[in-house]
């Protein structure tokens, strides 16, 4: 038995959950009967690609906003992140009426940085480098007093991300399963932890880009294996586990999955075409790897849960 400690737990998830009533959507949860047809078994989708700035994200950053202190508040907040991350936190800081720093490399599409801007942040534009952006971040830190709250890599991010396990439990308690995309690791690690401990029973997967595969590679080797030149359009799973995220994904994730990106363009389109639900690659991938032949062959799974993790589409780029 690990005598591990780690960044979260049951208690933390469920405190998240009680915080955030009424601040998130309470997403719901689809089904689909040839979705069920073509995986083999009964799938239920939790629709974080109806959250607020249209992704899970901003679970996690409205916890960690508002656990912070009056007085840790008034002086803001900071983060690096040029995609979903960044447009949660500049919306629970809004919320809060608090500033919001958004360090984003300069290549950032102009509609991202359009959209974290129309939340409030104030951005600040870098290098297209991790070592940029985490020098601007601890510039803005040093001179404002804000608290950095990074994308995945915080005890109050990742319990903030299992409270839609806890909702997806909740609403479909029969799973014998849950499968969550993975990139920096805060979704599913939060997942694991939330799932497992209000079933542990359940059985907790990984869903990655076969482009940007680190954590299934370190799952393979049982150690920390950073992610390397990644190339999917899955353009929100770029990055490596982290710190915090990594030890729950080792010791509470049964495995995770890898698919193409042709499996998730597949995924993609189907689950536009007959869910009519607009969802993003990084968020179809969960749909992707239940489709997957490797995963079909699971046995002892009746029913199967996924995450769509965000519809942060730009619709003048397509993936078909």
Not at 25 to 38: G, K, N, Q
Request: include cysteine; glycine fraction near 10%.
């Amino acid at each position: 038995m690990s005598t591990t400690t780690y960044a979260c737990d049951l208690a933390a998830v469920c405190d998240a959950a009680a915080r955030l009533a009424g601040v998130v959507h309470r997403t719901p949860v689809m089904t689909s009967a040839t979705l069920d047809e073509r995986a083999g078994r009964r799938v239920f989708l939790k629709c974080e690609n109806l959250q607020k700035v249209g992704a899970f994200k901003y679970r996690g950053a409205s916890n960690a906003v508002r656990k912070l202190t009056d007085a840790q508040a008034a002086r803001g907040v900071v983060t690096h992140s040029s995609g979903n991350h960044a447009q949660a936190l500049a919306l629970a800081a809004r919320v809060r009426g608090i500033p919001a720093y958004i360090v984003m490399p300069k290549t950032a599409p102009a509609v991202k940085k359009a959209a974290v801007e129309g939340y409030g942040g104030i951005v600040t534009e870098c290098e297209p480098n991790l070592a940029a952006r985490e020098m601007a971040a601890s510039e803005l830190v040093a001179k404002t007093g804000a608290t950095l709250i990074p994308p995945f890599d915080h005890e109050d991010v990742i319990a903030g991300q299992g409270t839609a396990a806890i909702e997806l439990l909740e609403d479909a308690p029969g799973l014998d399963a849950i499968v969550a995309p993975v990139g920096g690791g805060g979704l599913l690690s939060g997942c694991a932890v939330a799932g497992l401990g209000m079933k542990p029973t359940i059985r907790v997967f990984g869903a990655e880009p076969l482009g940007a595969d680190d954590a299934a590679r370190s799952k393979a080797a049982g150690e920390w294996v950073p992610q390397t030149a990644p190339n999917t359009i899955a353009d929100g799973l770029l990055t490596s586990t982290g710190r915090l995220t990594w030890p729950i994904i080792r010791d509470r994730v049964e495995r995770v999955f890898t698919v193409t990106d042709d499996q998730i363009r597949a995924a993609m389109r189907f689950v536009w075409e007959r869910l009519k639900l607009v969802v993003e690659p990084s968020g179809a991938v969960g749909v992707a790897v239940v489709l997957s032949d490797e995963f079909r062959a699971l046995a002892n799974i009746g029913s199967v849960g996924i995450v769509l993790s965000g519809g942060n589409v730009s619709l003048d780029k397509l993936y078909w």
